[in-house]
C-alpha cells in the first residue's frame, strides 16, 4: 500500500503545471483529494479554451464537483502549485472546500493580499510546500516567454 502524503499530492500537482509549461500555459496545476484519493486534475487552460476563467483551481473544482455529484466539497482538499487568486479563492469558498494547500505564495494576485481571507471559514490553509519548485518552473515560464 502506497503512502499518500500531502508531499505526493502536491507533487501531483506539480506534474499538472508542468503540462501547462509544456503548452504554453502559465504553469499552474491543481488536483482535489477526497477520502485520500485524486478525484481530479487540472492545470491552467486559459490560452487553449480561451477563457480568463479557465484557472487550474477552476476546472479542479468543477471536476470534483461532477465526480462527487455534488456541489461541495467539505471532505475535499485542494493542492496547487500558486496561491489562489481572489476569483479562485472565491470559487472555494462557494464549495466549501475542506482544506487547501498552495505551493508558492503569489504577492501580485494572490487572494491573502486583500488583507482578510475570502475563504471559507471551515477551510483549514497550509502553504509553502514544494514552493520552490512552483517558484523555480513560474520563473522559467515567464523568462521563456520575454525572449
Not at 44 to 63: G, P, W
Amino acid at each position: 500500500m502506497e503512502l499518500y502524503t500531502d508531499a505526493y499530492f502536491m507533487n501531483e500537482a506539480l506534474k499538472q503545471a508542468k503540462i501547462a509549461f509544456e503548452e504554453d500555459e502559465i504553469p499552474v496545476g491543481a488536483v482535489i483529494v477526497c477520502r485520500n484519493k485524486i478525484i481530479a486534475r487540472a492545470y491552467n487552460q486559459t490560452e487553449k479554451l480561451t477563457d480568463v476563467t479557465a484557472h487550474a483551481e477552476m476546472l479542479a473544482i468543477t471536476a470534483a464537483a461532477n465526480a462527487l455529484g455534488a456541489k461541495y466539497l467539505p471532505e475535499c482538499k485542494l493542492y496547487v502549485t500558486l496561491e489562489p487568486c481572489i476569483m479562485c479563492a472565491g470559487a472555494s469558498f462557494w464549495s466549501q472546500l475542506g482544506e487547501l494547500h498552495y505551493a508558492a505564495s503569489d504577492p501580485k494576485r494572490g487572494y491573502s493580499n486583500l488583507g482578510r481571507s475570502i475563504l471559507h471559514p471551515k477551510t483549514k490553509v497550509s502553504s509553502g510546500l514544494m514552493a520552490q519548485e512552483s517558484k523555480d518552473l513560474l520563473d522559467e515560464f515567464f523568462k521563456k516567454l520575454r525572449k
